[in-house]
């Protein structure tokens, strides 16, 4: 089994949910034959990249609805929600254009990394994030903010609940304290949901980080890494059908050679990048 030290919160979460489900995905590398993008998931990375390209034009609305228009039409694929999803996006900004006046940009989709602490071994396993936007308020908060698209039957309070965003919220924590400057002070996460009823809906929830939280992170990460590296990879049953769908890998569990998945290999990721460097030896320190 190839050595792993390097993880995103992603991966974390995938072996939390099921670790058979990691093992397939990251350890044998294969994921189901899509003919298309999943519709949620294409839309939903559409939206990010959007409101990623929009925050970052600047102050001028009429460069911020460009900029988000045009990275959402470069990204989605297909034309079945592309309207929908210009007419999200065009009521999101008359709703929260204020959110130049009331914070400071500080980046979106940057790459954070940060080696976790109170580590047994020479070398701690380092996680990478790429949080969807950094901003900083007025009194010096700084806050990482999560876009998420949610579906028009989802109950906000119930997806607020069973979302585990405290891992990303908490990882970020430790990620973004290079950014801090003197005086900063990383506040949480502000889950920012934009609701696919008939006209789009939003709402913001605002998730305060706690020191005590964080220690427990950390150790909840070293122990679900221990368990990554040292192979221990069990089904989890209760995790075969969540959202009202089955997992994909549920057949490979099963043994079955057919069924109604085709399976394919996975393109790797820059986690992976990162780990076949150190594989081989190339990394830099």
């Not at 996460?189 to 929830?205: D, E, G």
């Not at 605002?206 to 220690?215: A, E, G, R």
Request: charged share 25%.
């Amino acid at each position: 089994m190839q050595a792993h030290n390097t993880f995103n919160i992603s991966r974390l979460l995938c072996y939390l949910e099921c670790p058979k489900k990691a093992f397939w995905r990251y350890i044998e590398n294969i994921e189901p034959v899509r003919d298309e993008p999943p519709k949620a998931i294409n839309f939903g990375s559409a939206i990010h990249e959007g409101l990623a390209a929009g925050y970052m034009a600047g102050f001028n609305n009429d460069q911020v609805l460009t900029a988000t228009l045009d990275a959402f039409h470069d990204h989605y694929v297909g034309d079945e929600q592309r309207d929908y999803g210009v007419a999200m996006l065009e009521k999101y900004w008359e709703k929260f254009s204020g959110d130049f006046d009331e914070w400071e940009i500080v980046g979106a989709e940057l790459g954070f990394e940060g080696q976790l602490p109170h580590w047994d071994t020479d070398v701690p396993p380092t996680i990478l994030g790429r949080p969807d936007l950094i901003i900083r308020t007025e009194d010096n908060r700084v806050f990482n903010v999560q876009h998420k698209t949610v579906g028009h039957s989802v109950g906000l309070d119930t997806y607020v609940e069973a979302y585990d965003l405290h891992w990303h919220e908490l990882s970020y924590a430790m990620l973004v304290q290079p950014l801090l400057r003197e005086g900063d002070v990383f506040a949480g996460s502000i889950l920012n949901l934009l609701r696919k009823t008939k006209v789009p809906s939003y709402a913001r929830f605002y998730l305060p980080i706690h020191d005590h939280l964080v220690n427990e992170f950390y150790e909840d990460a070293a122990e679900v890494i221990y368990r990554w590296q040292t192979g221990k990879f069990v089904k989890n049953p209760g995790s075969c059908r969540k959202w009202n769908s089955l997992c994909p890998y549920y057949q490979k569990c099963l043994g079955q050679a057919f069924g109604q998945w085709e399976y394919t290999s996975r393109e790797p990721d820059y986690v992976d990048e990162r780990n076949n460097r150190e594989v081989e030896g190339t990394e830099t320190t």
